[in-house]
């Protein structure tokens, strides 16, 4: 029913910059909040960043000033302008959206995950 794509992820340096995009599609009614998750080997996932319907944004501690995520709400997409890069952002990161597709209940729905790896 929905279809969580992302795309962008890749062997970057320290101090360089990516930029993550995530593709919503599928017979969708609605969509909420919007955010980014990121998970490393041998730890827990964690949220990076999400965007509301509204566009106001949050972000962890670790990569405030470094990330920015906005959406695009006509074309059901959400990006995350990564800057600054440093190796312990190397992780899998995932698109999850709080939507509601047509004729069923709101629900999470998440992509496969793209790989960011940082080299030092």
């Known amino acids: 029913q929905v279809q969580v794509v992302e795309s962008g992820g890749g062997l970057v340096q320290a101090g360089g910059s990516l930029k993550l995009s995530c593709a919503v599609s599928?017979?969708?009614?609605?969509?909420?909040?919007m955010a980014w998750y990121r998970q490393a080997p041998g730890k827990q996932r964690e949220l990076v960043a999400d965007?509301?319907?509204?566009?106001?944004?949050n972000y962890v501690d670790s990569v405030k000033g470094r990330f920015t995520i906005t959406r695009d709400n006509a074309k059901n997409t959400v990006s995350l302008q990564m800057n600054s890069l440093k190796p312990e952002d190397t992780s899998v990161y995932f698109c999850?959206?709080?939507?509601?597709?047509?004729?069923?209940?709101?629900?999470?729905?998440w992509g496969q995950g793209t790989q960011v790896t940082v080299s030092s």
């Open positions: 999850m959206v709080i939507c509601q597709p047509i004729d069923m209940l709101w629900g999470d729905y």
């Open positions: 599928g017979r969708i009614s609605q969509i909420n909040n």
């Open positions: 965007i509301t319907s509204g566009g106001a944004t």
